[in-house]
């Protein structure tokens, strides 16, 4: 029991005195909470710990699905019974430790290679990976030792023309591609959906493991940068927000938004849909902002100096690297100004 002086507190200031100590402290645990929260997403100017060079970081998802992270762009690895898969390949220098890693996991092969896009990060192991294991049996007469698959305008830029110097070994070239919205292929005792969605370029892929409950999304996705909107390759800022939005659609929460469908990035850490709501929340006020400096007028110069971006870039922002914040915003308005784009 709390004695109290009636002469000198009233019930009622005593009240209002654990009224205010209560609220204060609920005010230092949710500041607590969201410097946590931060810490998770950081911005590459202040990126969280990574592991030592040339090093591979092997992480569970939920499945039968891992991430593998270090090796440029990060790897979706599928194993089961039927063999090896994986999303991406990673720069071509780290294919000896890819392999090594998944030797720990599993001594089968890997039958199947998944492409979300062109770039070297993500199929530049396809070549190493096309030469290792023997020829698979569900490909015997080709005598392929590995199938990889890709939206047909990955081939087609991976490829040459006649004559001209192709800018990818062929043995790393699609060898099973598409050119229809989806394709189905079920491998390791799970249905898999590979899902075409032009987004940073016009060819980008992702894959959904049905059983496993778990998206890959290439590039399209990165809770640490903007995204990176290649204009020359078919790219734009609302192609990046469809893509998002259909994600969103597939993404199912588990309780309080935690948990759940879980995503494995084109770079940076695991995300659920908590994750995927805020980084699409942002890309949309960011559409919208440029949409309306440009319908009145304001050139990119403008735009730029108005700093449409401000308040994100914390998180996604960089002045430095292979993609700024200045590069994001020029792609994204000059996407917007180039098309009558319809805002959905």
Known sequence: MIKVNSTLVSSKVLRRYIVATLLFLGALVA???????????????????????????????????????????NITVQIGNDGILLV???LSTMSDRVQEALQRLSKKQITYIINTNDEADHVGGNANFSKMGRPLAINRASGARVIIIAHSAILDRMSAPT????????????TDTYSVPQKNLYFDGEAIQILHQPSTTDGNTIVFFRRSDVVSTGDMFNPNLYPVIDLKRGGSIQGVLEGLNRLKQTVIPAD?????????????????????????????????????????????????????????????????????????????????????????
């Open 88 to 90: 991406d390949t990673g």
């Open 256 to 344: 309080h938004q935690e948990g759940g469908t879980m995503i494995v990035p084109g770079h940076g850490r695991i995300c659920d849909a908590a994750d995927l709501a805020w980084y699409q929340q942002m890309v949309t006020i960011v559409r919208d902002r440029l949409q309306d400096m440009i319908q009145r007028g304001m050139t990119l110069e403008q735009v730029k100096a108005a700093k449409p971006t401000q308040d994100f870039d914390p998180i996604y922002g960089s002045n430095t690297g292979s993609w700024t914040t200045d590069m994001f915003v020029e792609a994204a308005y000059k996407s917007l100004s180039s098309k009558q784009q319809v805002i959905k």
């Open 31 to 73: 500041a607590q909470f969201v410097w946590a929260q931060a810490s998770q997403t950081r911005s590459p100017q202040n990126p969280t710990p990574k592991p030592a060079s040339g090093a591979i970081e092997l992480l569970p998802v939920q499945g039968n699905i891992s991430m593998l992270a270090g090796a440029g762009g």
């Open 163 to 174: 004559g001209q110097t192709a800018p990818t070994p062929e043995e790393g070239w699609p």
